[in-house]
Nanobody, 121 residues
Framework: QVQVAESGGGLVQAGGSLRLSCTAS????????MEWFRQAPGKERERVSC????????VYADSVKGRFTISRDNAKNTLYLQMNGLKPEDTAMYYC??????????????WGQGTQVTVSS
């Protein structure tokens, strides 16, 4: 059984930083791409970033390019999202997802429960 769990969300002032983490178990972690999504109230879920199986290829939404960095540690079965220069419009529930394939752009399969990020102005 695949389990996915996010952590690291919280309340931060505009311009601040947060680092989200996601651990996944029950699968061969380094065989699959991993993704971050977010969903703000009243809005559709948005893909934030994707990283391929070995971490050498990444994709970002235009809204976060240059501010967010996705990375992974396959030895620890852990995915990260470093978020710098946070803006109020980054406020959302952030979700981690395992992918069906090794490369990006992805096709999410297993989801975590999400971690809330709130950015105050």
């Amino acid at each position: 059984q695949v389990q996915v769990a996010e952590s690291g969300g919280g309340l931060v002032q505009a311009g601040g930083s947060l680092r989200l983490s996601c651990t996944a178990s029950g699968l061969t972690f380094d065989a699959y791409a991993m993704e971050w999504f977010r969903q703000a109230p009243g809005k559709e879920r948005e893909r934030v970033s994707c990283i391929n199986w070995n971490g050498l290829s990444t994709v970002y939404a235009d809204s976060v390019k240059g501010r967010f960095t996705i990375s992974r540690d396959n030895a620890k079965n852990t995915l990260y999202l470093q978020m710098n220069g946070l803006k109020p419009e980054d406020t959302a529930m952030y979700y981690c997802a395992t992918d069906r394939h090794a490369g990006c752009p992805g096709s999410p399969k297993h989801w975590g429960q999400g971690t809330q990020v709130t950015v105050s102005s």
